[in-house]
């Protein structure tokens, strides 16, 4: 089977970095996404890692370690538009087909 | 180039019925997923259908159903619903199974009464 975790609820300042964590327990590993969901709207695609190591895309990066099962998105600069849930989705496969594994989400709120 | 549509966007039901919902993919991508959200739950896969044809199925039970036409569009069905199906249901198209970054539609948001 697999496990993903992710912290709940987040809160952070307007200007300031937040990192989000995502643990996960899978076999076949096959690739970590990461999507942005606002309220009332369908889920957008942030990031994608498939290798150890740092991918950046403007304000936001995603780091992956295969070895630990651990990832996290990195935020920088939040801005109020940044406040949405961040879903953690995780790729395998088995038995010659792939699958996409979504984490719960991470609310995150940023205050003024 | 338009993006994956579902309709309807809203629907109400009560329980014992059943619904149909529909998914058009964007086009050029044959791959279409089906994922149910809830607060409690999360996106919980449902299948995923690649040429007519079902590659993946999430623990569901057999209430649930799709299928996809050789446009590759795609229907999920759920039959006798029940209160807990109340849920935004969601559609991702990609290329190809779970190979490629998935892009999700509007969903489908069924209240069940």
């Known amino acids: 089977g697999q496990n993903i975790d992710q912290p709940t609820e987040m809160t952070a300042t307007e200007g300031a970095i937040v990192q989000i964590n995502c643990t996960y327990q899978?076999?076949?590993?096959?690739?970590l996404f990461w999507y942005q969901q606002h309220a009332g709207e369908a889920p957008t695609f942030l990031s994608y890692?498939?290798?150890?190591g740092l991918e950046e895309k403007g304000r936001f990066s995603s780091f992956l370690s295969r070895s630990k099962g651990y990832s996290y998105l990195l935020l920088k600069e939040l801005q109020m538009k940044d406040s949405a849930s961040y879903l953690c989705?995780?790729?395998?496969?088995?038995?010659?087909?792939?699958?996409?594994?979504f984490g719960t989400g991470t609310k995150l709120q940023v205050i003024p | 180039k338009a993006g994956v549509t579902q309709t309807p966007r809203y629907l109400i039901k009560t329980r014992g019925q059943q619904v149909t919902l529909s998914c058009s993919p964007i086009?050029?991508?044959?791959?279409v997923s089906w994922y149910q959200q809830t607060p409690g739950q999360g996106l919980q896969f449902l299948f995923e259908?690649?040429?007519?044809?079902?590659?993946n199925k999430g623990n569901f039970p057999g209430r649930f159903s799709g299928r996809q036409f050789s446009n590759s569009r795609s229907e999920m069905n759920v039959s006798t619903l029940e209160l807990g199906d109340s849920a935004l249901y969601l559609c991702?198209?990609?290329?190809?199974?779970?190979?490629?970054?998935?892009?999700f539609g509007p969903g489908t948001r069924l209240t069940v009464l």
């Open positions: 991702a198209s990609s290329l190809v199974p779970s190979t490629d970054t998935q892009y």
């Open positions: 989705a995780v790729r395998s496969h088995s038995g010659g087909y792939q699958k996409v594994t």
């Open positions: 890692n498939v290798l150890d």
């Open positions: 899978t076999s076949g590993f096959n690739g």
């Open positions: 086009s050029g991508h044959r791959s």
């Open positions: 259908y690649f040429s007519e044809t079902q590659r």
